[in-house]
């Protein structure tokens, strides 16, 4: 949850400065089009220590905003204590660029990725040792990174955020998605849970992972925590103590 928000009304053609619901009906290649113009392509410079952008859409100047600042500011703040929070990430959210965009994702060695962490102004030592706990099971130098930035870009922030909204007051809860039979645990593998759809062809395995998903969430939004699923134990996420 570092770096800045990425201005998509720049290019101006987008138009959602001001008006974020234009989003809902945008065509996600126009956006994708611009993405790509205003942030690197590269999802670990995109999000690595010095990242270019923040996936959210800023609403300070829209009625009930409740972004006013970053997200990790405005947890730290208490402004939304009151309210509680659910952070989540997929146990393998970088694969997604391994299976799909592994010609500019891959590193092709171990050791260019020591020099990514080492750009991070970790000292080369350290960088190395991070990178080799990393480096285990046979993994291809394209698995090493996509591992080490899964824990960085996705799961970090998630736990500072829980931790942040913890100490400021409010309850918090992690959540990690693990993949299914048809479904790795890449980006986005839960969207289809998360939305109340059902993904064409899917596995009984993902379909029993899916409906878990989508009642964690909704349990959650209804306060009802450790609700118990048969021969599952509960459903509820874990809590992050104040």
């Known amino acids: ?67 006013h600042a970053h997200p990790m500011d405005e947890l730290a703040s208490g402004a939304h204590r009151d309210v509680d929070v659910l952070l989540s990430m997929a146990s393998d959210d970088m694969g997604w660029w391994v299976a799909n965009d592994l010609d500019r994702f891959d590193p092709h060695t171990v050791g260019r990725i020591v ?45 500072r955020g829980a931790l942040a909204h913890a100490a400021a007051g409010g309850n918090a809860h992690l959540l990690m998605i693990g993949p299914a039979e048809g479904a790795p645990a890449v980006h986005g593998t839960e969207m289809y849970a998360l939305v109340g759809q059902e993904k064409p062809g899917r596995s009984p395995e993902q379909a029993e992972r899916d409906t878990r998903i989508r009642d964690i969430v909704l349990d959650f939004a209804r306060n009802r925590y450790g609700v118990a699923v048969p021969g599952k134990g509960p459903t509820s996420p874990k809590p992050v103590r104040r």
Do not use: C
């Not at 989003?23 to 993405?35: P, R």
């Open 1 to 67: 949850m570092s770096g800045r928000p990425a201005q998509l009304d720049r290019p101006p053609e987008l138009g959602v400065a001001d008006n974020p619901e234009k989003l809902i009906d945008l065509d996600t290649a126009s956006l994708v089009a611009a993405l790509h113009k205003v942030t690197p392509t590269d999802l670990g410079v995109r999000g690595g220590m010095d990242s270019k952008s923040l996936g959210v859409v800023l609403d300070t100047r829209q009625p009930g905003a409740v972004l």
């Open 115 to 159: 020099d990514e962490v080492a750009g991070w102004r970790v000292p080369r030592s350290r960088a190395t040792k991070i990178v080799d706990a990393y480096d285990q099971g046979g993994r291809t130098p394209a698995a090493v990174r996509a591992a080490l930035l899964s824990d960085y870009i996705f799961g970090l922030p998630a736990a």
